[in-house]
């Protein structure tokens, strides 16, 4: 499978715990999203990168999160002290702009965080 | 920053029947509209976009029209089937990297 992959999928952790979520974008991609999904919502942005530069933030970006992607090819996303409003799906996606077809694009499958 | 209005909310047709989803958008900047369809628990997938330099686009059972004056877009999808049964979300780039998303239409096809 050559698409965007999440790991892990599924994370349960106790409040103030730290958590990280790592993605893989589609090779070749220099664009790296990092979307919040709750249940009957759709996909909220929080950050994204262009190669290893994060180029903007949400400001639902709490200063507990933090992304990082080093070296311009895959991402983690970290919530520290995680509380359980953090509880959502965490999606990553990934695109390559083009002057011709624009900049369509393409999600994974999800990191679940419940907070309990 | 961008507000996109997607309605209605849930939508039930019966098989054969066609489906109509219709998203209001506020950035009159905005020149990309993409529709993703998710089914529970899978990644949101693209199934159909238009560009603002056009009015409707058409793939089989799915097309999209955009109206930019009045600054909304809709998904319509003929013959339904059981596998369209799905949550369809509309969205927006009123910037060159980000979408802004609808809250999205549940959509159920009755055999």
């Known amino acids: 499978d050559t698409g965007v992959s999440q790991d892990p999928r599924h994370k349960i952790t106790k409040r103030g715990q730290n958590v990280t979520f790592r993605c893989d974008p589609i090779s070749e991609h220099n664009r790296l999203y990092w979307y919040r999904q709750t249940l009957g919502q759709g996909p909220e942005f929080l950050t994204y990168?262009?190669?290893?530069?994060?180029?903007?933030k949400s400001r639902l970006l709490s200063d507990r999160f933090s992304a990082e992607r080093p070296k311009g090819s895959f991402s983690t996303l970290e919530i520290q002290r995680t509380e359980q409003g953090d509880s959502a799906m965490y999606l990553c996606?990934?695109?390559?702009?083009?002057?011709?077809?624009?900049?369509?694009?393409?999600f994974g499958e999800g990191s679940w965080l419940t907070v309990v | 920053g961008e507000n996109v209005e997607q309605h209605p909310s849930t939508l039930s047709v019966q098989e054969g029947d066609s489906a109509v989803i219709k998203c209001t958008y506020s950035?009159?900047?905005?020149?990309?509209f993409p529709w993703y369809k998710q089914e529970l628990g899978k990644r949101p997938q693209l199934i159909i976009d238009?560009?603002?330099?056009?009015g409707e686009k058409k793939d089989q059972r799915i097309a999209v029209t955009l109206n930019k004056t009045a600054k909304h877009f809709s998904l319509h999808i003929t013959e339904t089937q059981p596998e369209d049964s799905a949550v369809y979300f509309c969205?927006?780039?009123?910037?060159?990297?980000?979408?802004?998303f609808g809250a999205g239409t549940t959509v159920t096809v009755r055999a």
């Open positions: 950035d009159s900047a905005s020149n990309y």
């Open positions: 238009i560009r603002s330099n056009v």
């Open positions: 996606a990934s695109s390559l702009p083009d002057a011709s077809s624009g900049n369509t694009i393409y």
């Open positions: 990168f262009q190669n290893e530069a994060q180029l903007e």
């Open positions: 969205a927006v780039e009123p910037d060159d990297y980000k979408l802004s």
